[in-house]
């Protein structure tokens, strides 16, 4: 399944502009740990404490997208796969004709967690009936790791919030976190509830922060395509400044339903310097009409 993708470059130039970041800030390079600055050459601001800032506005950078192809006259064409086969399924390897299917479309990143063999056909099963089953449509939070990196962070000497921001396409609403970096451990008490988000607390690891969640409910899903998890998931998140880039990295262990942890690709994201950026009043929900759909088409 392929679909035109001719003005993508152009789009792509514009929506950077407009979030006040310049095109070439959007790849982000190897460290310079000597000169302790990012590849633009920006030196990484600190606290009072030493620790890297990692305040500010985080806009999407670089990172991997759907595969192409281009033709002989340059015309570029997205590709779209199947849905991915189990280890013991067969056939379910072909092109797909689900153009308007966003949920099947809308997969950038072929790096996916490995699940038993004895859940695949559950997450077959999701992935198939993804407009019933797919926590999005009731209005509930993505968690994590599916909500992706903060879109602002504040830091103190102590804490950090991560704010996200809230899209009433997705419907999901904004939200936040607030999370200890003094080192502490998970507090024994709210470690035996369930979280959306988990029970996260934080470390320095150097110069990286280290976000350490547990306790989650099942409710969630680690993104996607009916890719489940259990209320024994613990994720680490990562955050490293470098310079105007912040590099964020992920890695789900659920030994419940997954074969190995999942580690998910660096994502890098650039400062937004722009000072009249702000993020936007979250939307209000959009309840689905679940009960009146009769096919598998997303909408």
């Known amino acids: ?25 959007q790849s982000g390079g190897a460290p ?27 806009s999407p950078g670089g990172g991997p997208g759907r595969p192409v192809s281009v033709d002989e006259k340059g015309n570029v ?3 779209f796969p199947s849905r991915r086969c189990g280890p013991t399924q067969v056939n379910c390897d072909g092109y797909t004709n689900q153009s ?19 859940f695949w056909d559950k997450v077959q099963s999701l992935d198939m009936n993804t407009n019933k089953e797919d926590p999005l ?3 509930q939070p993505l968690g994590i790791p599916r909500v992706g990196p903060p879109a602002r962070i504040l830091q103190t000497a102590n804490d950090v919030v991560f704010l ?87 890695t789900v262990e659920d030994p419940e339903v997954l074969l190995e942890p999942w580690v998910v690709n660096t994502r890098r994201l650039q400062l937004n310097t722009n000072p009249n950026a702000y993020l936007p009043e979250g939307q209000p929900c959009r309840d689905y009409d679940r009960e009146n759909m009769v096919t598998q088409i997303r909408h």
């Open 1 to 25: 399944m392929t679909r035109r993708v001719l003005y993508a470059a152009a789009a792509a130039v514009v929506g950077v502009v407009a979030l006040g970041v310049t095109p070439g800030a």
């Open 32 to 58: 310079a740990a000597p000169a302790r600055r990012g590849a633009s050459g920006v030196p990484t601001p600190r606290m009072p404490d030493g620790r890297p800032d990692l305040s500010g506005m985080w």
């Open 77 to 79: 064409e997205e590709i």
């Open 100 to 118: 308007v299917d966003g949920e099947f479309t809308g997969r950038l990143n072929p790096n996916r967690a490995l699940y038993k063999p004895e």
């Open 137 to 139: 449509f009731i209005c």
């Open 164 to 250: 996200y921001m809230g899209s009433g396409a997705s419907s999901q609403p904004a939200d936040y976190r607030v999370i200890p970096t003094d080192g502490r451990k998970h507090d024994p008490v709210r470690s035996q509830d369930v979280y959306f988000y988990g029970h996260s607390v934080g470390h320095w690891a150097g110069d990286t922060l280290v976000v350490d969640s547990i306790a989650f409910n099942d409710l969630t899903w680690l993104d996607r395509g009916g890719y489940f998890h259990s209320d024994q998931m613990h994720v680490v998140e990562r955050f490293r400044r470098e310079g105007n880039t912040l590099i964020y990295d992920v």
